[in-house]
């Protein structure tokens, strides 16, 4: 197919975590001079994938080839060593070091630092790339598209031949994309092979030489740039089976419960819409799309700037967490372990923590009716552990949601705010997590549901918001609801007109 | 099969009470070495000895409990004694009012570290490093370096002085502060969300806790506790010196670390504490008893210290590892 040999290939690699296969038997090659981005829904396995080639993951089977050199385990330094680099989302540089010593780490060099030779080899460095950058200036100090710049010097001072990019132009402006472009195909033209990850489709038409499309950690379908269009890329990534059951329930229409007027803060800007009680209103959008930052707006985990909630007709003033809870809005976070439950603390302690002012006279807990609440939560959520005395850190990650749910139900909570609520949980427990979300939904409680699961979203929500960019991009109501919708409208491709 | 299960507790327990079991061990292998060492005089004396430095560690883990760190107890006990010493002597103002404005003055010290780590949002270990110099300059201008004597006799009972004519008054202080402490800890809410600050803050903030107001309170906590911690002291000598009180924050940590205090936060018993406060004086009186110097007390001292914290650092790691034995078992 290719005159010239591939630099990296994957060979039936397969990688599985507990209750998910991240890749299925996944063999794809990547040659020099070629800009190869890969696209895919969140969970598609493209992190997995540069991980594999960067060494950080090992592979279950399969194997990694860089030319006739063949793989079954790799490591961070034998990737390096065969040219692979990667600039992750999160920069990997040291802010209290120059731009010159930054690019500079990690080799050896003799005993002592000739700062002189370092600042010149930035210099030249950045003079290739067209970019007034002074070598000697503090990484802090730098913007985040400078930063990026110093990333990129670093992984070509190491002469990469590999280039992997995880959504590089995230956090740039629309002249600093430019700029990053020009550079990436100057390193295209200079033979390097360059994989490039996105969730901008129409970026890719304009950088990528070859787009592959994953579904499931399975490759789908491999394009060239030339041929394809972005409405076929969306129904390649989204002709995916459903194959969880979802529990069915009926879904009267019913009042708003909570109204949003025009939020903005946190990242988020203008977004206004409604919830019902008794309904579950999911909320899609790609990472970075300000959903986990809508809910901590909501939730008075973070500054409004301006605009106004309304529950049950009335104005509501949140400040912070606690006059959230007192008017019956409970939060679930994405990150269970850092900001859902305590985990060196027994289970009953975490049920009744949030709630232990009430439970307490004369500022004396009732152990008694801490242990009634505790017993009543673990049996409703069937929370399986030999007794509540156990600390959370040893339970799994299932009944650990459920731990972090029951503290939040034991508040009182009308609303709640769930955060990702089935990550990391395996599969028996998540059909648990979908029921008790249905229950509660039956029972009246409204739940807002953010998911980065296609699946999930479409299975049990009544009506779905997407937001791109900080912004409300339209509402679907349960007929309308399709993949390829709600991908188009995260993508930004199109914008529906917004009817609340 | 009760009896068996009790038996199987047994590593369980003497894992659990470790520290006591070093204590136990410590007196009997002081009263072997020295005939004095197991008198009542003398147990007693160790009482009276170490009744100030549980007082203040009382309020230093409270706040090592919540996450923080008071670096500045040993300059503010060295503080509010020699001025709550001024206002009596130099001052001639009433002896009640005078303690009740060096209580209040621990508070007002405490509640200062406090608003100054949430305001700068620095972490406590680094302000109270900053006010441990600024409360030692003022201690040293209040007493204008000198040293103020013959305090009233009232005032010395808190340090000398016996109920019933033998049990010291400044023990039954520290009975009643290690009681209040475990109350504070064990019963309340507010134990709860120390704890919890400890161990989690940012879920301690989504769970609906103003951080910063308990913060506060438990650094106003650690104040009012060094505070009598400083009179016991200052009463005991009888005189006030701006150089008395320093010293103590090291004593206290050392005893909070070893009676499984953890830097980290979250964690720490009242028991643990005082076992750890008398583990340190047992070692004192007892090396003093059978010769020792003083320069290789602190050798022991810190030896011990160092055994213990790597004995638990030990313990953790054992759990941990068991642990995921278990886990990749049942997988």
Redesign the interface.
């Known amino acids: 197919m290719k005159a010239s040999a591939a630099l990296v290939s994957l060979r039936n690699v397969t990688k599985t975590y507990p209750g998910v296969t991240a890749l299925r038997d996944l063999s794809l090659d990547f040659y020099p001079g070629e800009v190869h981005a890969l696209l895919g829904e969140n969970g598609a396995g493209k992190s997995t994938l540069i991980k594999i080639i960067a060494g950080a993951v090992e592979p279950d089977s399969g194997s990694i080839q860089f030319g006739d050199k063949v793989y079954e385990r790799l490591s961070p330094h034998e990737a390096r060593m065969n040219g692979v680099e990667v600039i992750y989302q999160e920069f990997n540089l040291i802010g209290s070091l120059s731009a010159a010593e930054n690019i500079a780490l990690g080799e050896r060099a003799g005993m002592f630092v000739d700062f002189k030779l370092m600042e010149t080899r930035a210099r030249e460095l950045f003079d290739q790339f067209g970019i007034e950058l002074d070598p000697a200036s503090l990484v802090r100090d730098l913007t985040s598209s400078q930063q990026q710049i110093v990333e990129i010097a670093k992984a070509v001072s190491k002469k990469a031949r590999i280039l992997i990019m995880d959504e590089p132009t995230a956090p740039l402006s629309v002249s600093e994309v430019d700029s990053l472009f020009r550079i990436i195909r100057m390193f295209r033209d200079r033979g390097v092979s360059i994989i490039y990850i996105s969730h901008r489709i129409d970026e890719l038409f304009e950088i990528a030489d070859r787009i592959s499309v994953l579904r499931d950690g399975a490759f789908v379908a491999d394009k060239a740039v030339a041929d394809t269009d972005r409405r076929e890329l969306i129904s390649l990534m989204v002709g995916r089976e459903l194959k969880e059951s979802y529990p069915a329930r009926a879904r009267p229409p019913a009042e708003a419960l909570l109204e949003l007027q025009n939020l903005c803060g946190n990242g988020d800007e203008d977004i206004s819409f409604s919830i019902r009680k008794g309904e579950i209103f999911g909320l899609a959008g790609l990472v970075g799309a300000g959903r986990t930052e809508l809910a901590k707006l909501v939730y008075g985990a973070a500054k409004l700037d301006s605009g106004s909630l309304l529950m049950d007709g009335k104005a509501l003033h949140i400040r912070s967490p606690r006059d959230a809870i007192k008017n019956g809005i409970g939060l679930i976070p994405e990150n269970r372990k850092e900001e859902g439950c305590f985990l060196d603390m027994p289970i009953d302690w975490n049920i009744s923590f949030p709630s232990i002012r009430s439970i307490s006279r004369h500022a004396i807990v009732d152990l008694k009716q801490e242990r009634k609440m505790a017993e009543h939560f673990s049996a409703l959520l069937r929370i399986r552990t030999p007794s509540l005395a156990q600390k959370v850190k040893n339970l799994s990650g299932g009944n650990q949601q459920k731990v972090v749910l029951a503290k939040t139900l034991a508040t009182d909570s009308k609303l709640l705010i769930f955060d990702e609520p089935t990550r990391g949980i395996d599969v028996g427990a998540r059909q648990e997590i979908y029921k008790l979300m249905t229950d509660l939904a039956n029972k009246g409680h409204a739940i807002m549901m953010i998911s980065s699961d296609m699946e999930e979203l479409l299975g049990m929500s009544d009506r779905i918001a997407v937001l791109a960019e900080g912004r409300l991009m339209g509402i679907l109501e349960r007929p309308q609801f399709s993949q390829k919708l709600i991908l188009e409208l995260a993508s930004g491709i199109i914008d529906m007109e917004v009817t609340a | 099969m009760n009896g068996k299960n009790w038996l199987g507790m047994i590593p369980a327990i003497l894992k659990k009470f470790a520290i006591v079991f070093v204590l136990l061990g410590l007196l009997v292998f002081f009263a072997a070495l020295s005939p004095y060492f197991f008198t009542i005089e003398n147990l007693t004396n160790i009482f009276v000895q170490q009744s100030y430095v549980i007082i203040a560690a009382v309020g230093l883990s409270f706040v090592m409990i919540s996450g923080g760190m008071d670096l500045s107890i040993g300059y503010q006990m060295s503080l509010v004694g020699v001025a709550t010493a001024a206002m009596m002597k130099w001052y001639n103002i009433p002896l009640p009012v005078s303690l009740a404005l060096g209580v209040l003055l621990g508070i007002c010290l405490g509640l200062g570290n406090g608003i100054a780590s949430i305001k700068l949002k620095v972490h406590p270990l680094i302000v109270t490093l900053g006010t441990m110099t600024v409360f030692q300059g003022l201690s040293y201008i209040v007493s204008r370096q000198s040293v103020i004597l013959n305090l009233p006799a009232t005032f010395k009972f808190i340090g000398q002085g016996y109920v019933f004519g033998f049990i010291p008054f400044s023990v039954i202080l520290m009975f009643l502060t290690v009681g209040f402490a475990s109350f504070i800890l064990n019963?309340?809410?507010?134990g709860?969300?120390i704890?919890?600050i400890g161990?989690?803050e940012?879920?301690t903030?989504?769970?609906?806790?103003?951080v910063g107001m308990v913060k506060l309170i438990v650094f106003g906590l650690c104040g009012f506790f060094v505070a009598i911690s400083a009179m016991v002291l200052f009463a005991r000598s009888g005189s006030a010196a701006s150089s008395t009180g320093p010293g103590t924050e090291f004593n206290c940590i050392t005893a909070a670390v070893l009676g499984g205090i953890s830097f980290k936060g979250?964690?720490g018993k009242m028991w643990g504490l005082v076992t750890g406060v008398f583990i340190l004086g047992v070692l004192g009186n007892g090396m003093q008893l059978i010769g020792m110097g003083t320069y290789a007390q602190y050798i022991v001292k810190g030896l011990v210290l160092l055994s213990a914290v790597g004995f638990d650092v030990y313990q953790k790691s054992v759990r941990t590892i068991r642990?995921h034995a278990k886990i990749t078992e049942a997988?």
């Open positions: 019963k309340t809410y507010l709860r969300y704890y919890a161990g989690n940012e879920a903030r989504l769970a609906g806790v103003n979250g964690e642990h997988a």
